[in-house]
Every structure is written in structure tokens, then in C-alpha cells.
């Protein structure tokens, strides 16, 4: 199957799994809103941010090879993060915050090793952050989530190019290494 069958396949059980005006989504899916193409007409962007969607995130979403910008934020998607999103080698943006998302935060995450921004605030997660030492990540948002256990920095890995840092609202112990150099904030 061509890969812009395969791209449009997942754009299109994506749809499926919400409700939402995307009524735009039916013919050339470079022209669709929130979506983004290449010269190759794969798909690399998908933000939908604030468009108030309901229901959750198909995990047919990973079939995107060429994701690189992946932004749901500020909707109403609840469920959980889907796994497969770990296959999405290419994407270096994330942003789930101000959902309904429930669950752990999958551990496939940490295979992204392009991702450089990761939010998943302001849900309703839960358990250990997983070990996201292998993400070349500089922005990692987790505040506001119930989030427990130990802040895995502190023991399991360290991110030298770490820039931002939130983790506060959570249920979290430990400490972060002054190796990490990061000024806290809290408002």
C-alpha cells in the first residue's frame, strides 16, 4: 500500500475515534485543517489544538511514519495515551495538555529519541514517569496529573540539554541532580 493511502487511512480512523468539526476531511488530505504535508505529500504535522474534540486518541495514529508535530491540546479527548505512539521515530513535538486523558504514561514514549518538546499536562494521569532517558528532549511538561513514585532523573538517567522542567502538582519524590541545570517555577 502507497504510503499516502497508508497516511490518510490513519487520519481517517483517527477521525472516527472523535467528534469534532473536521468536516473539511474528505477529499486531498494535504488540504485538510490541522494537517500539514511534505513535498512527498506525507503527512508531518497534525494540530488540532482547541478544537474542542471529544473521544480519544486512535493508536492508528502511529501509522503516520513521517509525524514529526503532533498538538491535541486543549480539547476533551479522554482515554488513554496510546502505546504506538512510540513508533513515531520522526516526531520530535507532543502535545497532549488540558484533556481528559487517563492512564499511565506509556513507556514507548521513551523511544523517541527526536523528541525535543513533550506535554502531557493538566490531565488526569497516573503511575511513574517512565524512563524517557533515551529522548534528546528540552521541554518535558507534566505538571498537573497525579502522577507518583520518583522523579526518574534523579536516579535512573540524566538529560544534559534539559531546558524546562515541570513536574509540579504531581505526587512526586525525589530530587533533581544539580547536574541538571534548571531553574524551578512554580506560579
Sequence with gaps: MKPTVVDRNALLSFKSSVQGNLS??????????????????RVISLDLAGFNLTGFI????????????FDLSDNQLSGNIPPELGKLSQLWFLSL?????????????????????????SNNLIGEIPDICNCSSLIIILRDNNLTGEIPFSTRCQLPYLDVLFLFDNRLVGVIPSVINIEFYKP
Design 24 to 41: 473539511d476531511w474528505a477529499s486531498h488530505m494535504w488540504t485538510w485543517t490541522g494537517v500539514a504535508c511534505n513535498s512527498r505529500r
Design 97 to 121: 495538555h488540558n484533556n481528559l486523558l487517563t492512564g499511565v504514561i506509556p513507556e514507548t514514549l521513551g523511544l523517541l529519541k527526536s523528541m525535543t518538546d513533550i506535554s502531557l499536562s
Design 58 to 69: 486512535s493508536p492508528a495514529i502511529s501509522n503516520l511514519s513521517a509525524l514529526e508535530y
